[in-house]
């Protein structure tokens, strides 16, 4: 069974930076195909996504944020980490990481969220 | 970039009825398309990907079709349980691109 779950802080501060932690099981990102992606909703708007880190460290970021963030793999641990500088309170949102099984980059399952608010 | 636009933004149905949403591509994207379903208050859960592969352990009711840059999700009877937000996602390329939602109510 694969399961995920992100953790981090529930409160920043605008200007800060974001580090945000997917711990997941189940599965191995050394085998091949195997990715691990974020996505973010802010309340009561639509999904975004955000960054994707494959098996073999091939890595892809919305061109929208792209120089705002950083994704990392740590396959000993199984986590995955998502760096997001200059945070604003228009980033306030549910952060989520998801699996990105082998066959294409959809992603499934999800981990339950955290959400994150900007606030000084 | 490639943008999706789901139509209709929210929609309201009776228990049974055949429920049919729309996602379009700003570009061509083959059949690289998933949708997902977000109940409230709960995480995305993948129902089909492929654009018509139905994800295992989703109810048959559910379908999708369509190729290239028109694609439909279909309830073929809709039950109490599907209110949701229903999203489309493409993925053939980065960057990857959700549709901006459908909500779904039961009359």
């Known amino acids: 069974q694969i399961t995920l779950k992100e953790s981090g802080p529930t409160l920043v501060k605008p200007t800060q930076t974001l580090t945000l932690t997917c711990t997941f099981s189940?599965?191995?990102?050394?085998?091949?195909?195997?990715?691990v992606g974020w996505i973010r909703q802010p309340p009561g708007k639509a999904l975004e996504w955000l960054a994707l880190?494959?098996?073999?460290?091939?890595?892809r970021y919305s061109p929208s944020l792209k120089s705002r963030l950083t994704i990392t793999k740590d396959t000993s641990k199984n986590q995955v980490v998502l760096t997001m500088t200059n945070m604003d309170p228009v980033d306030t949102a549910t952060y989520y990481c998801?699996?990105?099984?082998?066959?294409?980059?959809?992603?499934?399952?999800w981990g339950q969220g955290t959400l994150v608010t900007v606030s000084s | 970039d490639i943008q999706m636009t789901q139509s209709p933004s929210s929609l309201s149905a009776s228990v049974g009825d055949r429920v049919t949403i729309t996602c379009r591509a700003s570009?061509?994207?083959?059949?690289?398309l998933a949708w997902y379903q977000q109940k409230p208050g709960k995480v995305p859960k993948l129902l089909i990907y492929?654009?018509?592969t139905l994800q295992s352990g989703v109810p048959s009711r559910f379908s999708g079709s369509g190729s290239g840059t028109d694609f439909t999700l279909t309830i073929s009877s809709l039950q109490p349980e599907d209110v949701a937000t229903y999203y489309c996602?493409?993925?053939?390329?980065?960057?990857?691109?959700f549709g901006q939602g459908t909500r779904l109510e039961i009359k």
């Open positions: 570009q061509g994207i083959s059949n690289y």
């Open positions: 998801a699996h990105r099984n082998w066959g294409g980059n959809w992603f499934d399952p």
């Open positions: 996602q493409k993925y053939n390329s980065a960057p990857i691109t």
């Open positions: 492929a654009a018509s």
């Open positions: 880190i494959y098996w073999d460290d091939d890595k």
């Open positions: 189940g599965f191995s990102l050394s085998t091949s195909g195997v990715g």
